[in-house]
């Protein structure tokens, strides 16, 4: 795999970044192939383009079968020139134009950051152009990628406050939230089980998934057919399939499926490593990334065990959410077996994994599920407790997931507790 440079890609970032914004239309691929490679010795230069040019994600160029070893220039810009040059056409207006260097099998690998702030519609010209003595005129050109940055993950609502076990005679037993048009989000009381799990329901136009369901002691599956029936209702629908899954397989997660079982068109995805990777199709667990389609809307799967074998994360291409069950959210971050079981590398490697996978993609929240931080940063409830009445939101963001990855990683062969303001690490075994 060819090593990429962040150092010329960083300072093109900056450099854009500085330049005054024209609007575009929005497309829903931020990167458009808009062509005019000039062959050079090994036939025209390939570049492409990838990242959703979202604030503070990655993007990456990569340039295929230019000369070895030669002198090159990335050229930048806000807008299409497309002036003639050298025997080719010059695409992007020569905004910032960078010196490098192919490699010797003539690639240029080019990573970093896109910075955050450029006005939405943002419109970005890339272009390399490669000394190349058999050339017309002694410069090879690659095709041109135009992209443009697009608007943010679409907003959605959190209630003013979560149920926390205060009033237990007349909060329900499960709280419902509705974040937008087609994503509801459930809360058990505290007063029904301590550890109050968040539940996750997400309707497509084919299915409709329930993510968790719940710890016991209440009527899940009454409550969920009501916000199913009323879900139809609004989209003039008569039915829809119902797949209940779970973010891994400990008992406050997976007691309500028996409610679910033998129920007409409803699939209860079993809570064993063998059948979540059967059902969603993995076939490298928990190293490749399944996607699993509602119908319009589309999920990404991703493997991550270590709290528990079983575990999975989940990617919401519609919402931006990024739902990371027990792995991280405001709590205690259990990791039993840490050494004894080898789960502490497995979590390692999990984190990381999320850490991978979200680099170049928008995140409107990271949502796990549990709350046990008070609002005091570094400070936790004791757990068990049944009355949280100052604790924290349950909504993370990036970069509480990069630094949970940061903490992790840097504690290497020696796991340990360790309090951080919006979570704790807890290692154990």
Avoid at 158 to 164: E, G, K, S, V
Wanted: proline share 7%.
């Amino acid at each position: 795999m060819r090593s990429r440079s962040s150092t010329s890609l960083v300072l093109l970032a900056v450099a854009l970044c500085a330049l005054p914004a024209r609007a575009q239309d929005i497309c829903c691929n931020p990167w458009t192939d808009v062509g005019q490679s000039l062959p050079g010795t090994h036939g025209a230069p390939q570049l492409e383009a990838s990242g959703s040019l979202a604030d503070g994600t990655q993007v990456t160029l990569d340039l295929d079968g230019a000369l070895e070893a030669a002198p090159a220039w990335l050229v930048a810009g806000l807008q299409q020139l497309g002036a003639p040059f050298k025997g080719g056409v010059l695409v992007p207006a020569p905004d910032v134009v960078l010196p490098l260097v192919t490699d010797a099998a003539g690639m240029l690998g080019l990573q970093a950051t896109w910075p955050a702030g450029l006005p939405v519609g943002t419109q970005v010209a890339v272009q390399c152009w490669i000394e190349d003595a058999a050339a017309v005129a002694g410069y090879a050109a690659s095709n041109a990628q135009l992209g443009v940055t697009p608007p943010p993950p679409p907003a959605g609502s959190f209630p003013a406050d979560w149920i926390n076990g205060s009033n237990c005679a007349t909060d329900p037993k499960i709280q419902v939230h509705q974040y937008d048009e087609n994503t509801f989000i459930l809360r058990q009381s505290k007063c029904t089980n301590f550890e109050a799990p968040f539940v996750f329901l997400l309707f497509g136009q084919d299915k409709v998934l329930l993510l968790d369901s719940g710890a016991g002691n209440i009527q899940i599956a009454s409550k969920v057919n009501g916000l199913i029936a009323g879900w139809l209702a609004a989209h003039g629908k008569t039915s829809i399939p119902l797949v209940v899954a779970h973010t891994h397989g400990h008992g406050d997660h997976i007691a309500g499926d028996v409610q679910f079982t033998g129920q007409p068109d409803t699939t209860v995805v079993g809570a064993a490593s063998t059948s979540v990777i059967a059902f969603f199709g993995f076939q490298d667990w928990p190293n490749d990334i399944r996607q699993y389609d509602l119908g319009g809307r589309v999920l990404d799967v991703l493997g991550i065990p270590g709290h528990q074998a079983a575990h999975i994360a989940i990617y919401d291409h519609e919402t931006a959410l990024l739902l990371t069950g027990d792995t991280l959210y405001p709590g205690f971050l259990f990791i039993s077996g840490a050494v004894s079981q080898g789960n502490f590398v497995k979590y390692q490697a999990s984190t990381q994994r999320l850490v991978d996978f979200i680099a170049d993609k928008p995140v409107a929240w990271v949502f796990g599920t549990h709350v046990e931080m008070t609002s005091t940063p570094g400070v936790a409830y004791p757990y068990g407790t049944t009355v949280q009445p100052n604790e924290r939101d349950p909504q993370l963001l990036r970069a509480h997931l990069l630094e949970l990855n940061a903490a992790v990683q840097a504690m290497g062969s020696s796991p340990q507790v360790e309090v951080h303001d919006d979570f704790i690490i807890q290692p154990s075994g």
